[in-house]
């Protein structure tokens, strides 16, 4: 039997709509811990078609997002294949504390990036998120450049918004 063609009908995803602008930047911090390893694995595999997706969607050789994972300090037992995978791949950062999930990494992350980057926006995802890159490229093109949040207030106690996502 023979493969039908894709006939794509609805050019949404395959050029950018007029005044969409190419020379904004994205980082994207992925919080992850050291023994997720296939999930890594898997989210590069992803990112990375996703990423190509959005460079010809855009018509440029390089997409403007980058990915980042970042972890606090591994156990001893971990340093060796974590020191392997972060060479052979080149996207890890290890965060100058102790891995923990819910004290002080986001923040230790925000840190990070307002001292080794300057992309338009930065985003902070955990491991068992998933982003479709064009959609979130194309949702940022008419937002201001600074102090913006993209995203929900979850959870509210006593007057305030307690967790945000």
Same mark, same amino acid.
């Given at each position: 039997?023979?493969v039908p063609q894709?006939l794509i009908? @609805?050019d949404t995803?395959?050029k ?7 020379n904004l930047? %994205?980082f #994207?911090g992925?919080? &992850? ?7 890594r694995e ?12 959005l460079?010809?969607?855009l018509?440029?050789k390089?997409s403007p997002?980058?990915i ?6 591994p156990? @001893?037992e971990?340093?060796?294949?974590l020191?392997?995978e972060?060479?052979?791949?080149g996207? %890890?950062v #290890?965060?100058?504390? &102790?891995e923990?999930?819910?004290k002080?990494?986001?923040l230790?992350?925000f840190?990070?990036?307002a001292?080794?980057r300057?992309d338009n926006y930065?985003l902070k995802?955990d491991d ?5 890159l064009i959609?979130?490229y194309?949702?940022?093109? @008419?937002?201001?450049?600074e102090r ?7 959870g ?8 945000m996502?």
């Amino acid at each position: 039997s023979t493969v039908p063609q894709l006939l794509i009908i @609805d050019d949404t995803y395959t050029k950018p709509p007029p005044g969409v602008d190419q020379n904004l930047t %994205i980082f #994207i911090g992925i919080l &992850t811990i050291y023994e997720k390893i296939e999930v890594r694995e898997c989210l590069r595999e992803l990112y990375t078609h996703n990423n190509d997706a959005l460079a010809r969607y855009l018509g440029v050789k390089k997409s403007p997002v980058t990915i980042r994972f970042f972890l606090g300090l591994p156990k @001893d037992e971990y340093k060796d294949r974590l020191e392997e995978e972060s060479k052979m791949y080149g996207d %890890i950062v #290890i965060l100058n504390i &102790t891995e923990n999930m819910n004290k002080g990494k986001t923040l230790e992350y925000f840190k990070w990036f307002a001292k080794h980057r300057e992309d338009n926006y930065m985003l902070k995802l955990d491991d068992d998120s998933f982003l479709h890159l064009i959609h979130y490229y194309r949702d940022l093109q @008419d937002l201001p450049r600074e102090r913006v949040y993209y995203g929900n207030a979850l959870g509210y106690s006593q007057g305030t918004y307690t967790f945000m996502g």
